[in-house]
């Protein structure tokens, strides 16, 4: 398990993003029901969240719930929003003492009115927050992204806002839900499982990859401190050699 002192805190990426998997094996093992392995999971958030601001990572994205969860047992999925109410309304005082600032992307408008109300007022209260942007992927999927960014530049370029020559990577990023976010540098995915699920399609295109057997229930500070330490020992070359990169 990496320690803090193995951490060069000058190569810190600036976005962070997470693939929670496993609650449900974990719950398995155990003998219990699949919400009880999302329930236990609150755990590692908060020690993920905390450990993430206190080593300088400016944005933290948790994939949450993904639109094909939706297809996913009713009960579960109850269980699931409930679950989500109880956490954001339980954790929005330690965000507005960490000064962390809480966002969401996705198709909002598909969660459980409670659940968009608890969410919309956790983003205002905590919306001055400067020390690192924690943001919830909730009804999201990276294809679901694609698609609304797609419709409203479509719109705009038929609306005659914008040219179709001038569209660009920069002009489809701006339409992305993560619009003025910094593609993030890191993707941590637990349980093992070696796919990216669908999520943050576009922004992960030069991402390095960190996949770890650890299920998500038991996931603490020192596995992410993990992560980090082998991100730091990779060459992140976009496309160059080494040896240009030893020349610039």
């Given amino acids: 398990m990496a320690e803090r002192s193995e951490i060069d805190l000058s190569n810190i990426p600036a976005h962070l993003a997470v693939i929670m998997d496993g609650n449900g094996r974990w719950a398995k093992q155990r003998g219990g029901l699949r919400v009880f ?9 908060r020690d993920t969240v905390e450990e993430a601001a206190e080593l300088g990572i400016k944005y933290l994205t948790l ?42 992307i996705g198709d909002l ?7 968009q109300r608890e969410l919309a007022e956790a983003i205002e209260l905590t919306k001055g927050g400067t020390r690192m942007t924690l943001v919830l992927a909730l009804s999201y999927s990276g294809r679901w992204d ?4 797609s419709r ?3 719109a705009d370029v ?17 339409y992305l839900a993560t619009a003025g976010m910094p593609d993030p540098e890191l993707l941590v995915r637990t349980s093992g499982e070696q796919r990216i ?12 990859l960190y996949i770890t057997p650890v299920l998500w229930p038991d996931f603490r500070r020192s596995h992410l401190r993990d992560a980090l330490v082998a991100y730091q020992q990779r060459e992140r070359r976009f496309g160059k050699t080494s040896e240009q990169l030893t020349v610039s």
């Fill in 37 to 45: 392995g999302h329930q236990s999971a609150i755990t590692a958030v």
């Fill in 63 to 104: 994939y949450a719930f993904s639109t094909e969860n939706w297809n996913r047992p009713a009960l579960e999925v109850m269980a699931l929003m409930q679950l989500l109410v109880h956490t954001i309304r339980n954790e929005t005082p330690t965000l507005l003492k960490n000064s962390v600032r809480l966002q969401a």
């Fill in 109 to 115: 408008a598909t969660l459980p009115d409670k659940c």
């Fill in 146 to 149: 694609l698609t609304q960014a």
């Fill in 152 to 154: 409203r530049l479509a």
């Fill in 158 to 174: 038929a609306a005659g806002r914008l040219q179709p020559e001038a569209v660009t990577e920069a002009t489809i990023t701006g």
């Fill in 197 to 208: 699920s669908n999520f943050l399609l576009w922004q992960l295109a030069y991402t390095e």
